[in-house]
């Protein structure tokens, strides 16, 4: 963890009460301005259940989200376990292992219709049911459309009218499988507020 970010997070580590350091790393921690947005919709939703593909920064600040509004609870999938070990850490020196779990799921090959990505290994997973999910991994340089079986793999844990917000949206990648979820399932509205690498906000059907 160290104390050395940039200032566009002071605010939001103002907010959330964030005054032990976070666990912020240039080019892999999400940015302040798509953590702010997915602190907005938590408190404007209040979901229940969190589910979160990649841990770290996210992670801490959507756990410390839940525990100001008092509700909610974060499932994080991370693939490396050192990082997945980071998180929980940090989650630790902010108490808040009661409302934000890691699970160690390393990415194994998963086949969706004709195709096989790289994806998290869901037994870990409970079965939970999700009002809210952030999608910030796994990493794009992996394969095409890395982060598109994340709608395929967990259409069955999403609630009706679910909100989802995908990260890194202004890459070609992220562009061309927000197209494809869209042409998967009709009824999947999305928005894109602009912030620093983009970002989609998706509402499941229902
Ligand atoms: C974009 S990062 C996720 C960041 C996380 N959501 C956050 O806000 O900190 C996606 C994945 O990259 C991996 N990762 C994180 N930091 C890394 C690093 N310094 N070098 C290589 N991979 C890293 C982890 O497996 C992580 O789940």
Redesign the pocket.
């Known amino acids: 963890m160290t104390f050395d970010y940039p200032e566009s997070y002071v605010p939001l580590c103002r907010r959330l009460g964030l005054d032990r350091g976070i666990p912020y790393?240039p080019k892999?921690?999400?940015e302040a301005d798509f953590l702010a947005l997915a602190v907005a919709v938590l408190n404007d939703k209040l979901p229940e259940v969190i589910v979160e593909c990649?841990?770290?920064?996210?992670t801490l600040v959507l756990a410390r989200a839940c525990r100001l509004s008092g509700r909610g609870r974060v499932y994080s999938l991370?693939?490396?376990e050192e990082?997945a070990e980071a998180t929980r850490e940090a989650l630790a020196t902010y108490d808040l292992l009661d409302v934000a779990e890691v699970f160690h799921a390393p990415l194994c090959e998963t086949r969706i219709g004709e195709d096989c990505w790289q994806w998290y290994d869901l037994s870990c997973l409970p079965r939970v049911t999700a009002q809210m999910l952030v999608i910030?991994?796994?990493?794009g340089f992996l394969q095409p459309l890395s982060r598109y079986p994340a709608l395929p793999m967990l259409a069955d844990r999403l609630a009706p009218g679910c909100r989802i917000l995908l990260d890194d949206a202004d890459r070609p990648d992220e562009r061309a499988l927000v197209a494809r979820w869209q042409r998967d399932y009709p009824g999947l509205s999305v928005t894109w507020p602009e912030t620093a690498r983009g970002c989609a906000l998706l509402r499941w059907p229902g």
């Not at 990649?54 to 996210?58: M, T």
């Not at 910030?136 to 990493?139: A, E, I, R, Y």
Request: net charge negative; charged share 10%.
């Open positions: 790393t892999w921690s999400a990649s841990s770290g920064l996210s991370e693939n490396g990082f910030d991994g796994p990493p």
